[in-house]
């Protein structure tokens, strides 16, 4: 199981970083995605990182200033989320892609979310 942690409230221009971690599992193991879903909006797909971290894909609205990396000491997957506008205001989640797959192909439309998400709000 995964689960998405590190939200909170923040000012516009600022900065949080979220924190994906799982249980029962090895993070490493398997490509992992970021995902997030405002209310009265459609799911947007943020950003994955493959197993060995060697490739990641970005929205166009995060590219440049959000980062996803890897934590194999502490089991776990980060968004770093710079430059924050009120429009990233959302639900974010992390999930595995295509049935605990390794790589980010089909990350825009082939994965899982897990848990309950974590709440960003970007409000001055």
């Known amino acids: 199981q995964l689960q998405a942690s590190g939200g909170g409230l923040v000012q516009p221009g600022g900065s949080l970083r979220l924190s994906c971690a799982a249980s029962?599992?090895?993070?490493?193991?398997?490509?992992i995605g970021w995902y997030r879903q405002a209310p009265g909006k459609e799911r947007e797909e943020l950003s994955c990182?493959?197993?060995?971290?060697?490739?990641?894909n970005y929205a166009s609205s995060v590219k440049g200033r959000f980062t996803i990396s890897r934590d194999a000491a502490n089991n776990a997957v980060y968004l770093q989320m710079n430059s924050l506008k009120p429009e990233d205001t959302a639900v974010y989640y992390c999930?595995?892609?295509?049935?605990?797959?390794?790589?980010?192909?089909?990350?825009?439309?082939?994965?899982?979310?897990w848990g309950q998400g974590t709440q960003v709000t970007v409000s001055s």
């Open positions: 029962g599992f090895t993070l490493d193991d398997y490509a």
């Open positions: 999930g595995t892609i295509g049935a605990y797959g390794s790589s980010c192909d089909r990350w825009k439309y082939d994965y899982d979310l």
């Open positions: 990182i493959s197993s060995s971290g060697a490739r990641t």
